[in-house]
């Protein structure tokens, strides 16, 4: 039998490091896990239909000036003059199904706005939807960049994390192979926390940050793997629920109650 | 008792971030394990008096003209047209003694140039004179940053162990605190590394470059801790050991024969 070439996956560490390896990549997933791809899981699940990402305030005052409902955060606050930033749990008010949101965030929005210059695929990652994510990128079978977001451009621990746990399953699914020590080193850094993320992040620096912020209920909830079967994907500059479009469902499925 | 302040002790990951955390540290040290930092360790151990780290080729090319001994290396290899690479084994030659050596590498001798631009005190670091580098900087007690040299600007697993063992010996002082994310993972990663580098590191992406290029005793060598007692220091664009200027000891002591 011939050996079959196998895919590429590997971890970056932060959109400041992305122009190094883009190249060689089909697919980016973008992580941003505290908390904004964690808002966007959550927010396709509760049936919102649509998010804008932006990179700057100005835009967000702008968009906001034509009637958007917008959400801002900077340093882990949501910015004075708008409603909501990205705390998970405000985007589980009813009041958003349907409609469309244009957010900003610290990181992960400059981030998907860093990666969509060029013509991948972009998709939304997080321990949220870590295992339909996985099983999607799989199904694949294209070189895929796991792409964290990080802290003002620098490493961060928890983005690391969930980079580590999706390279896992990928690696598993032996269609995949890593070459970069990025990708080797999120895998042994998940291996280790995997028991138990909360304690393994405890000294974590935005832990640190968004615990100050009294965001611990927010910290645990994004923690918590496979709460949601999104996958938010890139489409024309805006965010929707790939499963939604494909099944043509039109509210999104709850795990739990999910028959088929 | 008033609480005392400790310094920082803090690891950034490759050349291509240390702007995002200079500002913050007084001393800086560069670590190129595979090899440029274990070969200039090995150089001053062995009599070399100084060696100065040059970025480019043409400068190289330009030194050689001049008649200086230059020492050229890309991609693990002797680039055409000179004799000495980055391979510690080439600068335990006793026709060294005493001379100058120009050198040029892939990451190391460029690291240390994108840290000369500040007015920092820059030292270099490897496995192979980690605890008498790591005592002195607790000795000094300023602000530390372990900075790696990587490959290309990416992440590296072996500069990252090192800058964690360091960065470990520092943090176990109690005179010091890390901060940042990437110091909590280059400790994490040592401390699951530390009882066999080699293995740990088998499918690390340089030690696959270097395997094969036939290069494992460089390898094993490299990643021997505590072979020297020298900390080769950077002075007017220059490194020296500083282990001897203090001393004023004509020729560097071997650590198994030391008396005093």
Redesign the interface.
């Known amino acids: 039998m011939i050996p079959r070439t196998k895919k590429r996956v590997e971890v970056c ?2 959109p ?2 992305y122009n ?2 883009k190249d060689d990549f089909e697919i980016v997933v973008v992580i941003d896990v505290l908390r904004a791809t964690s808002a966007i899981c959550t927010a396709m699940h509760h049936g919102v239909k649509s998010i804008i990402p932006i990179a700057s305030l100005e835009e967000a005052f702008s968009y906001k000036k034509k009637g958007f409902i917008v959400a801002a955060e900077r340093e882990g606050e949501i910015v004075e003059g708008f409603k909501f930033g990205n705390s998970p749990y405000a985007y589980m008010d009813p009041a958003f199904k349907g409609k469309t949101i244009v957010m900003t965030t610290t990181n992960g929005t400059k981030t998907i706005n860093v990666a969509k210059k060029d013509s991948k695929t972009i998709v939304v990652g997080s321990f949220l939807n870590m295992d339909v994510l996985s099983n999607w990128l799989i199904k694949q079978d294209k070189n895929t960049l796991l792409l964290c977001s990080g ?7 928890e983005d ?1 994390l969930c980079a580590g746990a999706i390279a896992e399953m990928m690696l598993d699914s032996l269609k995949f192979e890593s ?4 990708s ?2 999120a895998k ?2 998940f291996i ?1 926390a995997k028991s138990n993320y909360l304690g393994y992040l405890k ?4 832990r640190r940050r968004l615990k100050k912020l009294n965001l611990n209920k927010d910290i645990i909830y994004c923690l918590t793997p496979n709460q949601t079967p999104v996958i938010p994907i890139l489409k024309n500059d805006t965010i929707v629920n790939l499963q939604l479009n494909k099944k043509k469902v039109s509210k999104p499925v709850l795990k739990a109650k999910s028959k088929k």
């Open positions: 560490f932060s400041n490091l190094l390896h802290w003002k451009d620098k490493f961060n621990l690391t070459h970069e020590d990025s080797i080193a042994y850094l280790s000294s974590s620096s935005h």
